[in-house]
C-alpha cells in the first residue's frame, strides 16, 4: 500500500515512511492511495474467526510488502491482547468496551501498533528516535505504556501539572526506563504550543530524530478498525449497527467508517461531541470552521479544529450530501454529560466516563427518532480515569483497577518545567 498526502504537494510514499514521519512534508495528512475491500464472505464468517485472524486480514493490506506475515501476526496479536467485550444496557444501546486495556482507554490499540512498527522499522537503524507528545491526560499514558521498552524509541511526555488525574498521572510518571514525563508548569496548550514549536524547530530537528505519536499517524490511525470489527463479531441482531463515537479530533470515528468503506455493515454513524462542535455545525450549515477549543469534563475531546475531519471528508468524496447520509453528529453540554452519568448509573448501574456518557446521550437521542434501529456506542475510557465527575454522579467510590494497582509501587518520577520552550528544547539536546 502506499499513501499520498491529503495536501497533494508532496510524493507518494510507503507505510513505513508514513509511520516515520507522521505528518506529509507539506503538512498534510496521509492517506491510502485505494481502500482495500474485504475478502468475499469475510463477514458471513466473522464470527468463525479468532480476533487475531480478524486483526492481520485487515491490516494486511495496509502494511503489504513493508512487514512480512509472520511478524505482522506477532504485532497484531500484542496490539489486541485484551477483551472487547459489548454490553448490553437495555433493548436498543450496548456498550463497546474499549477500556480493557492496560493503560483503560482505546488509545492503547492505535499506541500498541503504531510503537511496533516503528520498533520494526528501526532495527537496523542506529539513529535514535524520540516520540514528542502533549497529552491532557489519556494520550500521554496509552503512548508511554505502548513504547516501553521499545530499543532505539525515546518518548517524551509534557502534561500540564496538576491537570490530570491521579491514575493518569500514575502512568505518565511511574514507568521509568525510555520514558520521560516533563511535568508543565501550565495548561495543556501550553504544553501542545511547546510541541508544535518543537516540531517547526528547524535547528533542534536537526539534532534530534522527532516525530509524533497521535492519530494523524496512520500507524496509530489504522489498527483502530478492528475493534469495529470486534463489535460486529458480537452483534446479534440482523439489523446492522447504529454506531455512536466520542470524538475530538475524529481519528477514531474515521477509522470506523474507513472500516464500513471496505465492507463492514453499519447503518448509520453518530460523532458525539461535547461543546466543542466544530464538526455537527458544519454538518448543520455546509460551511466547515475551525473554533477555539473550549474546556470540558469530557477533555479529551476538547479540539476547536479535528484533524482527521480531512480524511473523513475524503472517504465521502468531499461531499457534504454524501456526508450527511451517513454521518450525524450531535453536541453534548456538561450538564447533559453529568446527568446521564448519574442517571444511567441509576437505572441501570452502569457506570460510564464522561466521553462515554457524551455517546451514550447522543445514541439515545437518535434511537428515540428511530425506533426501529439498534446501536452500539464506543466507551473509551474507564471511569475511575476521570473519578471527580463520576464519583460525584454515581456516590460510588472508585478502586483502581488491576491492570494500574502495579503502578502504586513504584515511585513518581517527572522533570519539572515551566511553560518556556527554550527550556523544553535545552532539555531535548541533551537528554535525546
Ligand atoms: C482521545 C479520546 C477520545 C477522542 O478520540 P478521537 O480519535 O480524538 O476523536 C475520546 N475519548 C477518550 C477517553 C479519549 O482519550
Known amino acids: 500500500m502506499q499513501y499520498y498526502s491529503l495536501n497533494n504537494q508532496s510524493p507518494v510514499v510507503s507505510f513505513s515512511q508514513a509511520?516515520?514521519?507522521?505528518?506529509?512534508?507539506?503538512?498534510?495528512?496521509?492517506?491510502?492511495?485505494?481502500?482495500?475491500?474485504l475478502p468475499v464472505g469475510f463477514i458471513d464468517n466473522i464470527k468463525n474467526l479468532s480476533k487475531?485472524?480478524?486483526g492481520f486480514s485487515v491490516m494486511k493490506p495496509y502494511v503489504s510488502g513493508e512487514i512480512p506475515d509472520s511478524v505482522l501476526q506477532q504485532i497484531v496479536a500484542e496490539t489486541i491482547n485484551f477483551d472487547f467485550p459489548l454490553v448490553k444496557i437495555d433493548d436498543q444501546i450496548s456498550s463497546l468496551e474499549l477500556f480493557h486495556g492496560p493503560t483503560l482507554a482505546f488509545k492503547d490499540v492505535g499506541a500498541?501498533?503504531?510503537?511496533r512498527c516503528l520498533g520494526y522499522f528501526s532495527r537496523n537503524n542506529n539513529?535514535?528516535?524520540?516520540?514528542?507528545?502533549?497529552?491532557?491526560?489519556?494520550?500521554?499514558?496509552?503512548?508511554?505504556?505502548g513504547f516501553l521498552?521499545?530499543?532505539?524509541?525515546?518518548?517524551?511526555?509534557?502534561?500540564?501539572?496538576?491537570?490530570?488525574?491521579?491514575v493518569q498521572e500514575m502512568q505518565l510518571t511511574r514507568l521509568g526506563k525510555n520514558i520521560h514525563a516533563l511535568e508543565i508548569?501550565?495548561?495543556?496548550?501550553?504544553c501542545q504550543a511547546m510541541v508544535k514549536n518543537a516540531f517547526v524547530d528547524e535547528e533542534l530537528t536537526r539534532k534530534?530524530?522527532?516525530t509524533s505519536a497521535n492519530s494523524i499517524n496512520v500507524a496509530r490511525w489504522l489498527p483502530q478498525q478492528l475493534y469495529y470489527f470486534y463489535a460486529y463479531q458480537q452483534w446479534q441482531f440482523q439489523d446492522a449497527p447504529v454506531v455512536c463515537v466520542p470524538s475530538g479530533n475524529f481519528g477514531n470515528i474515521c477509522a470506523g467508517i474507513l472500516a464500513y468503506v471496505s465492507g463492514l455493515p453499519i447503518k448509520q454513524f453518530i460523532a458525539a461531541c461535547n461543546s466543542n462542535d466544530a464538526v455537527p455545525s458544519y454538518l448543520r450549515t455546509g460551511v466547515y470552521q475551525s473554533k477555539d477549543a473550549v474546556a470540558t469534563i469530557s477533555n479529551a475531546m476538547d479540539v476547536g479544529n479535528p484533524s482527521n475531519f480531512v480524511r473523513i471528508m475524503q472517504l465521502f468524496s468531499n461531499s457534504h450530501l454524501e456526508l450527511l447520509e451517513k454521518l450525524t453528529a450531535y453536541s453534548i453540554s456538561d450538564p447533559i454529560t453529568s446527568l446521564t452519568i448519574r442517571e444511567v448509573y441509576r437505572?441501570?448501574?452502569?457506570?460510564l466516563d464522561p466521553h462515554g456518557a457524551v455517546a451514550y446521550y447522543a445514541l439515545h437521542n437518535y434511537l428515540q427518532t428511530h425506533e426501529n434501529s439498534k446501536g452500539l456506542f464506543l466507551e473509551t475510557a474507564h471511569p475511575v480515569k476521570f473519578p471527580d465527575v463520576v464519583e460525584r454522579e454515581t456516590n460510588v467510590k472508585l478502586a483502581i483497577p488491576e491492570q494500574v494497582q502495579y503502578l502504586l509501587k513504584q515511585p513518581k518520577q517527572s522533570i519539572l518545567m515551566d511553560a518556556n520552550y527554550e527550556q523544553l528544547k535545552e532539555w531535548l539536546i541533551a537528554n535525546c
Open 112 to 115: 500498541r501498533f503504531m510503537s
Open 347 to 351: 437505572d441501570f448501574k452502569y457506570m
Open 127 to 145: 539513529a535514535k528516535v524520540t516520540v514528542l507528545v502533549a497529552t491532557s491526560g489519556d494520550t500521554g499514558g496509552a503512548v508511554a505504556n
Open 208 to 210: 534530534v530524530n522527532l
Open 149 to 166: 521498552g521499545v530499543v532505539g524509541v525515546e518518548v517524551v511526555i509534557l502534561y500540564p501539572s496538576g491537570k490530570v488525574s491521579p
Open 185 to 190: 508548569n501550565g495548561t495543556f496548550d501550553d
Open 52 to 54: 487475531e485472524e480478524i
Open 19 to 37: 509511520t516515520i514521519q507522521g505528518q506529509a512534508p507539506d503538512k498534510g495528512l496521509y492517506f491510502p492511495t485505494s481502500i482495500p475491500q
